[in-house]
């Protein structure tokens, strides 16, 4: 009865803010006695309110708000797959991830998912103290529910990826490798007899598993290996074919001038090869400036960049960093970057920092320079989860370019360069290091 008055009162007085949590707290109660009906119908309330307000909670409410979120969306999840309701379950979880928006979170698919033959999507759901894990082929939805404290997944996630970066021996990393494929893999393994490409929704800590690292035991092959892989921000974000297009025409940014900063001289040679097979406009060193950079990009159909980034540039979660001009400090950052109108929908190709690590909510997805790219209109975005030696990133981006321009799809293009590099006679380009952290997101 409380509730009820409470919920009258927040919706008279337009403290609308109040009642995600409100409606959180009343399906909770009718859950407890019992009434499935009534919680279901105070979950999708809930999810509503979210929907509807997660762009217009100030500053001062947004942690509060994010925090309650969260906590929506994770029980809604639990709460339809505990009546069995895969698809429901997926929808909410979707739906949250969205690059713009979109109907009403507790609003379920209006069509069957198309999924491309051969193709699996692998859409995972970090709840308190389980994973779900969804698998999309064609035709068919799937879900496995992997008993694991949220707490003790970020410690086994943060300690692979922190063996790798520090270039630990093989052998101890792939026991950790071998780990997170039986946690993150095994249990849809069966799914993926026939599968060529499997396409990853990461969630929450997820977003920095570098998972064409991990490694089956039973075949001896990292996933790279035995799947091509790219990223999506969404399952929906699946169903178009491909992130094939025109490469032509194409911009590369090599080494901008950036102060307090070293020079990149792999960079500045690995940008002038490219361009030339590209017959691209090069932008370099101090001619790098921020507004050269937005004059040429919202025409292009390839933006190949190789300099510095900042991973960590505050609010913004992240920024590329140009050159300094006419009291321009030449730092764009991802807000910015996401408010471009990329006409021609390139193929940006990140050989910088950190450009796929971000802030992550469970409300929106992570943000990142990666998903910026991809809210201004790019097709696909390749870039990496934390910061490559400049020299053996100039040799994966090159052999990158060298498959995509052979009529590769950018996510077998990746793929054949890790390989490449897998099986390197140079030990420190054969190492995770080197090829683990790159990754392509895609909206197409």
Not at 11 to 21: E, G, K, T
Not at 242 to 259: E, F, K, R, S
């Amino acid at each position: 009865m409380l509730l009820d008055r409470a919920i009258a009162f927040f919706v008279q007085a337009q403290l609308r803010d109040q009642l995600p949590d409100a409606y959180l707290r009343r399906a909770r109660a009718s859950r407890s006695t019992g009434n499935d009906t009534a919680a279901l119908s105070d979950y999708d309330n809930a999810l509503r309110e979210v929907n509807a307000q997660r762009n217009m909670i100030g500053s001062d409410l947004q942690l509060r708000f994010l925090d309650t979120a969260a906590q929506v969306i994770d029980e809604s999840i639990d709460f339809h797959l505990a009546r069995g309701s895969i698809r429901e379950a997926l929808a909410i979880a979707d739906r949250t991830r969205e690059l713009r928006e979109m109907p009403p979170i507790s609003a379920p698919p209006s069509r069957e998912r198309q999924v491309l033959p051969a193709t699996a999507v692998i859409e995972y759901v970090v709840l308190p103290h389980s994973i779900a894990i969804f698998c999309v082929t064609e035709g068919q939805i799937s879900v496995q529910k992997v008993p694991m404290e949220r707490e003790d997944l970020a410690q086994r996630i943060a300690s692979f990826e922190e063996s790798i970066r520090r270039r630990v021996p093989l052998d101890q990393i792939t026991p950790e490798a071998t780990a997170l494929f039986t946690l993150l893999i095994a249990p849809v393994q069966s799914r993926l007899s026939r599968i060529d490409q499997i396409v990853i929704v990461p969630d929450r800590q997820l977003f920095s598993v570098p998972f064409a690292a991990l490694y089956d035991a039973a075949s001896a092959r990292y996933l790279a290996e035995e799947f091509t892989i790219r990223f999506a921000p969404a399952s929906s974000a699946v169903d178009q074919a491909t992130a094939n297009g025109a490469l032509q025409p194409a911009l590369v940014v090599a080494d901008p001038t950036t102060p307090n900063l070293p020079r990149l001289p792999a960079s500045m040679r690995e940008g002038e090869r490219i361009a030339a097979s590209y017959g691209a406009i090069t932008l370099s060193g101090d001619t790098a400036t921020r507004k050269r950079f937005l004059g040429a990009a919202t025409d292009s159909a390839l933006i190949h960049y190789a300099g510095h980034a900042d991973s960590d540039a505050g609010d913004s979660y992240g920024a590329l960093l140009l050159a300094g001009a006419n009291g321009d400090s030449g730092v764009l950052a991802s807000s910015d970057i996401a408010a471009l109108r990329l006409s021609k929908h390139p193929l940006v190709v990140l050989a910088a920092c950190g450009s796929f690590r971000g802030g992550s909510t469970h409300v929106g997805g992570m943000s990142s320079l990666a998903r910026a790219f991809l809210l201004a209109g790019a097709r696909a975005v390749a870039g990496s989860l934390w910061e490559i030696d400049d020299d053996v990133a100039a040799a994966l981006f090159l052999r990158f370019h060298e498959h995509l321009q052979a009529g590769e799809s950018p996510a077998c293009a990746v793929r054949n360069a890790q390989i490449e590099m897998i099986h390197a006679s140079d030990p420190r380009l054969r190492h995770p290091a080197t090829w683990a952290p790159v990754e392509l997101l895609s909206s197409f």
